[in-house]
């Protein structure tokens, strides 16, 4: 009987895993495809980098509202690039991000986690978050673009979890994929202040009692970043 325990929970361990390698392989394959045809555009692009801090403003989205939730603020910091082709105003931003998500969340609320002494839950996410954005920056504005230049951007990101919050009743993936959207302004050709969205595509935990309850991470990002 314990044989068959073990092999059902390797199976479902087993098909978990394929799935998140398929998830992987896709997401891997698609950023080296656009990354190589962005590069085999032009020759002629400018490649800038540097330090990147911001803040984020996190809550979590569960499937049904049967708990109470409470945003949370955290941080992020890290090295952003950008790679931008002259002439068309397009081109592509990436970057490695610690990133800090999570919520409040009021298991206590409810009997069948009050009564395993679950309370108000403060759950701290913590990820290695890499985005590569599609971004364009207009620039066509009479040379005040040295001072001021405004740009949108959009692009998936892959987050993995680092480190988390030790509550019993939840249980987490390897980590999220996302997507962003935002814009900024780009200040004396150095300094970059943006703003972002990015949504969760995948789960971000699920409790442990209730299989299905699930939730996905939801982040307004507000940055400062220095290209050199």
Sequence with gaps: MFNLQLHAIYSIFVSKLSKIETIMKKYILSLVVLV????????????????????????????QDIVSIDPEVGATVGIMGEKMFEGIGFGIDLGAFYSMKGATIHLGEKKIWASDGFGTE???????????NLR?????????????????????????????????????????????????????????????????????LKTRKLKDYSAKNRTWSIRLAYLF
């Design 136 to 204: 364009f920056k207009y620039t066509r504005l009479n040379g005040f673009e040295d001072y001021c230049a405004p740009f949108i951007f959009a692009g998936p990101s892959i987050s993995v979890l680092a480190a988390k919050s030790n509550i019993k009743a939840l249980e987490y993936p390897f980590g999220e994929i996302g997507l962003s959207i935002g814009g900024g302004l780009e200040i004396l050709r150095h300094w970059q202040v943006s703003y972002c969205y990015n949504w969760g595509m995948t789960y971000a």
């Design 122 to 132: 403060r759950c701290y996410l913590h990820y290695l978050e890499i985005p590569l």
């Design 36 to 63: 190589s045809m962005m590069c085999a555009v032009t020759m002629n692009a400018q490649f800038r980098y540097g330090p990147m801090a911001g803040v984020n403003f996190s809550d979590l989205k569960f499937k």
